[in-house]
Every structure is written in structure tokens, then in C-alpha cells.
């Protein structure tokens, strides 16, 4: 266990806990401004309906001869079917049903196809396990050193993009009309923050698990959120938790092979927001119970109680 | 289509029709109240209740998952409500990190505790298990008459029979102030209905019908009971009577057409075995609410306010 965290126990090992960094970094700042666009739910959406492009992606691969299991083949599937599904989600929207029904449906619709395209895969598959299930609550064990250089460096490029957009990110989240008569176009904008979503996504299916991956995006901006009032310091606290949260959770899961990675990450993750909620200074839960004890004692003291 | 039906494929067809009533009825009153992703939070929230409760009493009957469940909902509830009010994000993110944590952590949990094997595992909570509901002791239909061979009927089909009547029950009974606290909560709470105490209770019916479609359909495509059958229902049109009705008639034949295509489509167009038949219910009743857009008047072609 403290080998796998002290980057002792084997060079893939570790580069699958640095891969898993870099996307805990990129998830945790994309995260900030998801929760800023009020977009959270609409990513859980999105990574469900990774699912059923994961397994076809896999059966097309099987069907020309291929290994079936390349990730970037795999993601590339998954990329298109999340996008259908971010456009299902559009277009129920803009019927009578609210938003977040749109979403509810697609998320379990999609999630529902993905299942029976996996229970197909296992029938086709028989007796071999294709090592897809791993995709729904993430698994390290096994990653190649080709999936991990992916993944990092995917994350390198989520964070890239992330740093250069981060002004007319800033500008929409907050004041969408101003950053309108700015020359800046929420519409597009927003489109450019759906990408880096759907890249966080991605990248953290075979980490996270496309069922948990959402958490990641949004706990570590919640936790970060309690410590500052300044979106980009937000989204860079956000980045830390994340690194740290990605980190523990893969050297975890090498170290201990039965555990699934994702639940790990995320219950870390959720640890962090407790103790930022607690422990922050001016919005954390004690600071604030000191703030109240002392207006008391102040308002006492001038009333002469 | 003899005995062989009767014992493997009618359980699963009556367990999965009264799970998708019990949840579609609830459903009807989120969908309207925009609470949808209620539904997903109970859905989600459902595991680790069902574990924690597991674990606690060594007992998988269904009182006892009940009040697991109906505990993990209270728990849930109260932590959106904290995180909302606490770290002051928008509701939608507050549900998001509650509900991914509770679900790693019930994740976590069942890995944990190797409380595999009895009726819960990971696999179970994402696929759910209902092809393994079936009726070892019927010899064919004559069984339905035959009181020693219908003691052998998964005891699944009792519990959910009895909380599928209690949700249509309290449904039914609550009707008038449900509905007007639905439309109008202010009207509702100057008429004097307590609306905190309904909208509450809504949360717990649904809780309840989630726990019901858990043995069936597994945590995440129970959304799609929850969310999918209303929803189609709600596109067709705007008599909340005629809704939910609709939204029964739906249910049930997502759910029949759902475990029949699983089990006879596959052999016909010569593929080997069978595919998930919760997968498939899912699927049938997205499609539902897909070609429902397309309905004349509510639909797609109607630009809404």
C-alpha cells in the first residue's frame, strides 16, 4: 500500500497514478466551471450515454479483426455516442418536459442500451472476459502504459485549452449578456466547455468509471468553492483536490486489485468537501459558528447583557 | 411456449411490470414538480441503504431493505439539503455529490464486506438480476393453481406486489392534495395542505418504488421506470388523469416488451443466448418517449414557452 503511494511498486504503477493526477487536475478545474454553467447533471448524462459506444466501438473492432480493447478505439465510440446523447438531451428539452427529465431519461435510455450491448458482447465474447465492466466504476488493474501516456496526456491537453478559454469562461459563467457585447459568444462558449467536459469524461472512463465520473467533476469545485470567492482560484484548488483525490484512488486500486477505483476516488473526493466545509476559513462551518459567537458577545457587550 | 415459459419467463415478466408501475406512478408527480432528478438520487441512494441495512442485520428480506433504503433516502435528502444551504451550490451539484458518494459508497461497502453471494453484488446493482427470478417449482400453467408449486414463486414477486399497492394506494389516497400541491404549491399551502409533509412523502414513495425496481431492474435503470413512461405520458396530453394512466399503460409495456425481446429476439436473428432483459426494458422505454416527440399537438413540432 505505501509502495504503491511512494511510486514504489512498479513503473506502470506509477504512471498510471501520474495519469491519474493529470486527469483529477483537468477534472477539477473543468468541474468549477461546470458548476458555475450549472451543467453537472448534463455531464452525468453525458457519461452514461458513453456506454453503449464503448461496447459497439468494441464489436466493430472484434468484427475487422482487431484486439477490441484499444482504448482509443474504445473512446472514440464512446465520444460519439455521449455526443448523441448530449443532442438527445438537447432536443427533449425543447419539448414541454423539463431539463432535467430530458436528462434522467437519456442517461438511463443510453445507460440501458450499453448494458444490452455488453451483455452481448459476453455472449459473443464467451468465456473471455472483454474487460469492459471495468468501464462502468474504473479499474487500473491491467491499464497499459499506452492507455495511462493517453490519459495524462489528454489530461495535458484538457488543462491547455482549459488555461487558454479561461477568460471568456469566466466572462459567460458569470455575466452572459456582458460577455455578449464583449464580442464573446455564450453559445459557443459553452459548446467549447461541453468539449473539455466530454474530454474529462473520456479520459476518466477507464480510471473513474463512466457511472462516477461526474463526481469527479463536481465535488472537488463544491469543496474548493468553500475556500475562495475567485473562479480561477476555484478551479485551481479544485485542480489539487482532484490530483490528490486521482493519485491516492489509482495507487489504491493497484495496491489492492478487487476494489474498483472509481468509489475510492470519489469517497476521497467527498472527504475533501466535508473537511473544506468544516475547516475553510470565512465559509467553512466552525468559522462561521466563530463569526456568530462573536457578533453575539459584541452585540451583548453594547447592549450591556 | 409451455411449462418452460411459465417458469422462466413469467416471474420476470410480473416482477418487472410491477416494478415499473410502482415507479412510473411517483414518477408522474416528479416529472411535474421538475424533481426528476429526485428520482435518480433515490435510484442511486437505494445501494448502499440495502447494504448498510444487509451488513446491520445479516437479513435480505424485504422489510428489512425497505428500511434501509427509506433511511439512506432521509440521510440523502438531508445531505442535499446541508450541502445546498452550506457550500451554497446550485441543487443540481448538491444532489450530484450526494448521490455519487452514497453510491461509492455502498460500492465500496459490498467490496468490502464480501456480503457477495447472498442476493447482493456489485454486478446485481448495475444489471440487476432479473433473470435469475424464476420458478423452479411450476410444471406449467397448471401451477398458477397449484398451491404447493406457488410457494415456490421468487418471494420477490410478494414484497413488490405489496409495495406496488402501497405506493398505487397512497397515490390514490392522497390524489386531490398531491395534485393541487403539484400545480400550485402556494394555493396548496394557503388551503392548508401541508406541502412540506407531501412533497416529503413523495420523496418517500419514490424511494419506496425504487427499492421495488432495485431486485428488478438494478440502481440505474430504475431511472428509467422512474422517469421514461411519465414522461412519454406527459408529450400525449395535458389531463394529469389520462397521464397517469397513460404512464401505467407504458410501464407495463416497456416492461413486457422489454423481457421478451431480451429472451426471444436474440435466438431468432440467430445470435447466441439471451441479452439483459432490464437493459432491454430500458430501452424499449426510451424509445417510447423518442417516437412520443413526434406526437402532433405536445411534441417536437410545437415550439414551447
Redesign the interface.
Known amino acids: 500500500m505505501w509502495d504503491a503511494l511512494l511510486l514504489q511498486s512498479g513503473y506502470n504503477a506509477a504512471l498510471v497514478s501520474i495519469g491519474a493526477a493529470l486527469l483529477g487536475i483537468a477534472a477539477g478545474a473543468v468541474g468549477a466551471f461546470v458548476?458555475l454553467r450549472?451543467r453537472?447533471?448534463v455531464s452525468?448524462a453525458m457519461a452514461?450515454a458513453t456506454l453503449p459506444g464503448v461496447g459497439l466501438a468494441f464489436l466493430v473492432m472484434v468484427a475487422f479483426g482487431g484486439e477490441g480493447r484499444n482504448l482509443a478505439g474504445l473512446l472514440t465510440g464512446a465520444a460519439l455516442s455521449a455526443a448523441l446523447g448530449l443532442w438527445?438531451v438537447q432536443?427533449?428539452s425543447?419539448?414541454?418536459?423539463?431539463e432535467?427529465?430530458a436528462?434522467?431519461?437519456?442517461?438511463?435510455?443510453?445507460?440501458?442500451?450499453?448494458?444490452?450491448i455488453?451483455?452481448?458482447v459476453q455472449?459473443?465474447n464467451?468465456g473471455r472476459p472483454a474487460g469492459l465492466?471495468g468501464f462502468?466504476?474504473g479499474s487500473t488493474a491491467g491499464m497499459l502504459r499506452a492507455d495511462a501516456m493517453l490519459i495524462a496526456g489528454g489530461g495535458a491537453t484538457v488543462l491547455l485549452a482549459l488555461w487558454l478559454l479561461r477568460r471568456p469562461l469566466t466572462m459567460v459563467a458569470f455575466d452572459a449578456p456582458h460577455a455578449r457585447m464583449m464580442g464573446v459568444s455564450p453559445t459557443w462558449t459553452d459548446a467549447a466547455l461541453m468539449l473539455l467536459t466530454l474530454g474529462v469524461v473520456l479520459l476518466g472512463l477507464r480510471v473513474v468509471g463512466l457511472?462516477?465520473i461526474?463526481?469527479l467533476l463536481?465535488?472537488p469545485?463544491?469543496a474548493a468553492?468553500?475556500w475562495t470567492n475567485r473562479a480561477g482560484m476555484v478551479a485551481a484548488i479544485a485542480g489539487g483536490i482532484g490530483a490528490v483525490c486521482g493519485y491516492i484512488g489509482a495507487a489504491t486500486s493497484a495496491a489492492v486489485p478487487?476494489?474498483?477505483t472509481?468509489?475510492?476516488i470519489?469517497?476521497l473526493?467527498?472527504a475533501a468537501?466535508v473537511l473544506s466545509?468544516l475547516f475553510a476559513p470565512n465559509?467553512g462551518?466552525i468559522a462561521r459558528a466563530l463569526s456568530r459567537l462573536r457578533l453575539r458577545r459584541k452585540l451583548g457587550a453594547a447592549h450591556g447583557i | 411456449m409451455g411449462s418452460e415459459f411459465v417458469a422462466l419467463t413469467l416471474p420476470p415478466l410480473i416482477i418487472a411490470t410491477l416494478a415499473a408501475l410502482a415507479c412510473a406512478l411517483p414518477g408522474n408527480f416528479l416529472?411535474l414538480r421538475?424533481?426528476?432528478?429526485v428520482?435518480?438520487a433515490m435510484a442511486h441512494v437505494v445501494l448502499p441503504g440495502i447494504v448498510a441495512a444487509f451488513l446491520l442485520t445479516g437479513s435480505a428480506s424485504t422489510p428489512v431493505m425497505l428500511a434501509g433504503a427509506m433511511a439512506a433516502a432521509a440521510l440523502s435528502s438531508a445531505m442535499i439539503e446541508g450541502?445546498r444551504r452550506?457550500?451554497?451550490?446550485?441543487t443540481?451539484?448538491?444532489?450530484?455529490?450526494t448521490f455519487?458518494?452514497m453510491?461509492?459508497?455502498g460500492?465500496?461497502l459490498l467490496?468490502?464486506s464480501h456480503a457477495s453471494g447472498v442476493h447482493l453484488d456489485?454486478?446485481h446493482a448495475?444489471?440487476g438480476n432479473l433473470e435469475s427470478l424464476i420458478w423452479f417449482d411450476a410444471t406449467g400453467w397448471a401451477s398458477l393453481l397449484d398451491p404447493t408449486a406457488l410457494r415456490g414463486l421468487p418471494p420477490q414477486i410478494a414484497g413488490l406486489g405489496m409495495v406496488t399497492a402501497l405506493v398505487a394506494g397512497a397515490v390514490f389516497l392522497f390524489w386531490r392534495p398531491l395534485t393541487i400541491a403539484t400545480f400550485d404549491e402556494s394555493f396548496a399551502a394557503t388551503a392548508g395542505i401541508p406541502v412540506k409533509l407531501l412533497s416529503a412523502g413523495l420523496v418517500g414513495l419514490t424511494a419506496l418504488a425504487a427499492v421495488a425496481a432495485f431486485s428488478a431492474v438494478g440502481s440505474?435503470?430504475?431511472?428509467?421506470m422512474?422517469?421514461?413512461p411519465p414522461?412519454t405520458a406527459?408529450?400525449l396530453t395535458d389531463d394529469l388523469r389520462a397521464q397517469v394512466v397513460l404512464s401505467m399503460v407504458f410501464a407495463t409495456l416497456s416492461a413486457i416488451g422489454g423481457t421478451l425481446i431480451?429472451g426471444y429476439v436474440?435466438p431468432l436473428i440467430g445470435?447466441?443466448?439471451?441479452?439483459?432483459a432490464?437493459?432491454?426494458?430500458?430501452?424499449t422505454?426510451?424509445?417510447m418517449?423518442?417516437l412520443a416527440?413526434f406526437a402532433p399537438r405536445?411534441?417536437?413540432t410545437t415550439?414551447?414557452a
Open positions: 458548476n450549472r453537472a447533471l452525468d452514461h438527445a432536443r427533449l425543447r419539448t414541454r418536459l423539463p432535467d427529465t436528462i434522467g431519461a437519456v442517461l438511463s435510455t443510453f445507460y440501458g442500451a450499453g448494458v444490452v455488453l451483455t452481448v455472449e459473443l464467451a465492466e462502468l466504476l457511472i462516477l461526474v463526481a463536481i465535488t469545485a463544491t468553492r468553500m478487487d476494489l474498483p472509481g468509489p475510492v470519489v469517497v473526493a467527498f468537501f466545509a465559509r462551518m | 416529472i421538475r424533481q426528476a432528478m428520482g435518480d450541502i452550506f457550500a451554497g451550490v446550485e443540481g451539484a448538491a444532489m450530484g455529490v455519487t458518494t453510491f461509492a459508497a460500492v465500496l467490496e468490502m456489485v454486478e448495475l444489471y440505474i435503470l430504475t431511472i428509467a422512474l422517469i421514461c414522461a406527459r408529450l431480451a436474440p445470435m447466441p443466448g439471451t441479452v439483459s432490464s437493459g432491454m426494458i430500458a430501452v422505454s426510451g424509445v418517449l423518442a416527440t405536445r411534441g417536437l415550439p414551447q
